[in-house]
């Protein structure tokens, strides 16, 4: 069972930055996919993006692209949110998320592992 422990939420304003970490507890195997998603109060959780180890290949959801980036530590099983230019909509809980796979899921149902979220605040 791998476990994820996120850390580097806050409140930030507007135009700000902020970095986001997980790490995980293990490997299951060498291909595998780390994400982050995010949930605002009141709506659904929506992806944000991924990162597939053994290949670096990413994905952007459209709203953070050009903004955010994601980027990982192979030794220490650490995935990284670099968050940028931020906007008062990205207020919401982020979460780090692990995926058994060789793809790049975008669906929350399709990650295996979820970490217990971390508090992003943007005030405008």
């Known amino acids: 069972h791998v476990q994820l422990v996120e850390s580097g939420g806050g409140l930030v304003q507007a135009g700000g930055s902020l970095r986001l970490s997980c790490a995980a507890s293990?490997?299951?195997?060498?291909?595998?996919?780390m994400g982050w998603f995010r949930q605002a109060p009141g709506k659904e959780r929506d992806f944000v993006a991924a990162?597939?180890?053994?290949?670096?290949?990413?994905y952007y959801a459209d709203s953070v692209k050009g903004r955010f980036t994601i980027s990982r530590d192979n030794a220490k099983i650490t995935v990284y949110l670099q968050m940028n230019s931020l906007k008062p909509e990205d207020t919401a809980v982020y979460y780090c998320?692990?995926?058994?796979?060789?793809?790049?899921?975008?669906?929350?149902?399709?990650?295996?592992?979820w970490g217990q979220g971390t508090q992003v605040t943007v005030s405008s």
């Open positions: 293990e490997r299951t195997s060498s291909i595998y996919t």
């Open positions: 990162i597939r180890w053994g290949g670096d290949s990413t």
């Open positions: 998320a692990f995926a058994n796979t060789i793809r790049i899921p975008t669906l929350e149902k399709e990650y295996d592992y």
